[in-house]
């Protein structure tokens, strides 16, 4: 299969049914990203899916319909990559440290030392 981008007409009640439809939608194998609209009351799907598939699993919670069906646009992929390349370009790895760090020497005194401090060691 190829990566698909479906579009379906749910009928959304409220906010625990679009929860359960998100879970139920991205439970299913091979889905990549799932988009809910509640102002169109559209779910967007994308990834390697069969829409008969994701359509009778939402039946069962809600009325749901298929808009469309298509190819899912690769270019948004290919963006993040260039990110990814842009974000090791700015900042390049450490090749070797400067310094080593030494930590501050630490004293030990005795209480005969400090005859103020009312420190005790038994």
């Not at 390349?85 to 440290?97: D, E, L, Q, T």
Request: proline fraction near 7%; glycine fraction near 6%; charge should be positive.
């Amino acid at each position: 299969m190829t990566m698909k981008k479906i579009v379906l007409k749910v009928e959304l009640h409220g906010e625990r049914t679009r929860q359960k439809v998100m879970k139920t939608t991205s439970g299913i194998s091979g889905v990549e990203s799932v988009n809910v609209d509640m102002k169109d009351k559209k779910l967007t799907v994308t990834g390697d899916i069969d829409p008969v598939k994701v359509v009778e699993k939402l039946r069962k919670l809600c009325h749901t319909e298929i808009v469309s069906v298509g190819a899912a646009k690769e270019s948004e992929k290919k963006e993040d990559k260039k990110i990814k390349n842009i974000a090791k370009m700015i900042v390049p790895p450490p090749s070797s440290y400067s310094h080593v760090y030494y930590p501050p020497p630490y004293y030990v005194g005795t209480v005969d030392g400090y005859p103020n401090s009312g420190c005790v060691i038994c």
